[in-house]
């Protein structure tokens, strides 16, 4: 049985308290799939984060007999410097499988996932289709009794999708789903009753269709409930539904409008003030739309305009990693050591490039000179508690884990590492406890606004600063 009661949820605004739900209790029928639909904002992925335990409520209890998986549709909570395999093992060894246990699920993690010998490699350097992949795959690999399901199969490609969805039907011979998803084809897909999150409140609808009519304008009912995953917008490398809202509509409509602009004037070969610093601008908002290439070609160029800046080396670098152009970033790493060998930004990308190579020794190399010049940056310290994780001297990694935490206690990463640090060591109720703390500091973090739209937000003063450079 799974039930609700008294549940209140709120979070701090600069205006006060905004609560999501306030002395809400409701029992959720036994044995269907259910399908929580409602407007955006009402607070659907929090209930399910809430019922997942990865968030928690300020008073009210969440009651249940059943085992309960994490909302599958998130990707949070990996590493970025372990690669895939390291992470799903931390995470199959913290729910308390045996060493050939673990050896096991990891081959079908790989496998599922269809990501290849990317698996090995560190997680920062997954696209976004890749990290949905593994974190599914990982769902996949435990024998929850409840699936919590959010918006999981609006990502990734077709395949991706196809194979989504013949996991999630095999796991629901002994599964049950409870699923939020905007494609109403979804819900009738996978879903046989509805509930209706609207103002705080929760309706059951033992027919999901009532469901539905219930909550869509009857002008928009029909438009929405054929909606498919494959009914999307494409900016960039990143697939956006259709059903988007007002303001990340417009944001796209300026990006692509200033994206027009610029490459018109290249074109056109008007007058620029300064075309490196164009050059630059472009490929930084092209390197966050996730397209890459486009991004290497204007850093390149930004490169050859401006060579004495150390700043453009490192991103040029940083573009090239991503798109695991490793030869690249070691030719632009070694030029611009020649002006600058104790850079520690340098250093800092150095002890990455070596991280992707597996060099963990002169990755530590590189981290530590890098520490020597900025003791205070949280980032240098952090990639050294990982990097001697992954060589397992636990105490080291652990002193410079609490140090980027007391430098910044505000970013989620560190608590995620001591969490893995005090796992290994098998202190795991602590473990639990810092990996709740990554979460709190991560929901912190994305209260006011989408992560999506902040994202889009800096692409657009990326480009509005490039446009200053046309004459």
Not at 184 to 196: E, Q, T
Request: a negative charge; one cysteine or more.
């Amino acid at each position: 049985m799974l039930s609700i009661r008294n549940l209140t949820k709120s979070y701090k605004t600069g205006t006060g308290r905004n609560y999501v739900f306030r002395d809400v209790s409701i029992d959720f029928p036994e044995d269907v799939n259910i399908g929580i639909i409602g407007p955006n904002g009402a607070g659907k992925s929090t209930l399910l984060r809430i019922l997942g335990g990865i968030d928690h409520p300020d008073s009210g209890s969440i009651n249940c007999d059943r085992t309960m998986s994490w909302p599958l549709g998130l990707r949070g909570g990996f590493v970025g410097n372990l690669s895939g395999r390291e992470n799903c093992r931390i995470v199959c060894s913290l729910y308390g499988m045996d060493t050939r246990t673990i050896r096991n699920k990891l081959g079908f993690i790989k496998e599922l996932s269809g990501i290849g010998e990317y698996f090995e490699e560190p997680v920062k350097y997954y696209s976004t289709g890749m990290g949905s992949r593994v974190g599914f795959a990982l769902s996949m690999a435990f024998d929850f009794q409840i699936l919590l399901i959010d918006e999981l199969i609006s990502v990734g490609d077709r395949n991706f999708r196809q194979t989504a969805r013949n996991a999630i039907d095999e796991k629901r011979g002994q599964s049950n789903v409870i699923m939020v998803s905007h494609s109403m084809g979804s819900m009738r897909d996978f879903c046989d009753i509805g509930i209706l999150l609207r103002d705080g409140e929760l309706t059951v609808y033992d027919d999901l269709d009532e469901g539905i009519r219930a909550y869509l304008p009857k002008e928009e009912e029909k438009e929405t409930y054929d909606l498919t995953t494959e009914d999307t917008l494409k900016v960039g490398s990143h697939l956006f539904t259709a059903h988007e809202d007002r303001e990340a509509t417009n944001l796209r409509e300026q990006i692509n409008g200033r994206l027009q602009q610029i490459e018109q004037a290249l074109r056109d070969g008007d007058s620029i003030h300064d075309e490196g610093k164009l050059f630059h601008q472009l490929g930084l908002a092209y390197s966050r739309l996730g397209d890459l290439d486009q991004a290497i070609k204007y850093l390149h160029k930004a490169l050859q305009e401006h060579p004495d800046n150390p700043s453009y080396h490192i991103q040029m670098v940083n573009a090239a990693m991503q798109k695991n152009r490793v030869e690249e970033a070691e030719t632009v790493l070694a030029e611009a050591f020649k002006s600058w060998p104790e850079n520690p930004w340098l250093l800092n990308q150095l002890g990455n490039l070596k991280t992707l190579q597996r060099q963990t020794a002169e990755a530590f190399d590189a981290y530590s000179k890098a520490a020597e010049q900025v003791p205070d940056n949280a980032g240098i310290r952090h990639c050294l508690a990982v990097t001697l994780l992954s060589q397992g001297k636990m105490e080291d990694a652990l002193q410079h884990c609490l140090k980027a935490i007391e430098i910044d206690d505000l970013n989620p990463t560190p608590f995620r590492t001591l969490s893995r640090i005090l796992a290994a060591q098998g202190l795991y109720k602590d473990s639990i406890r810092a990996l709740r703390e990554a979460n709190e500091k991560q929901q912190a973090q994305s209260r006011t606004l989408s992560t999506e739209n902040s994202e889009l937000k800096a692409i657009r003063v990326l480009l509005e600063k490039a446009t200053e450079q046309i004459g």
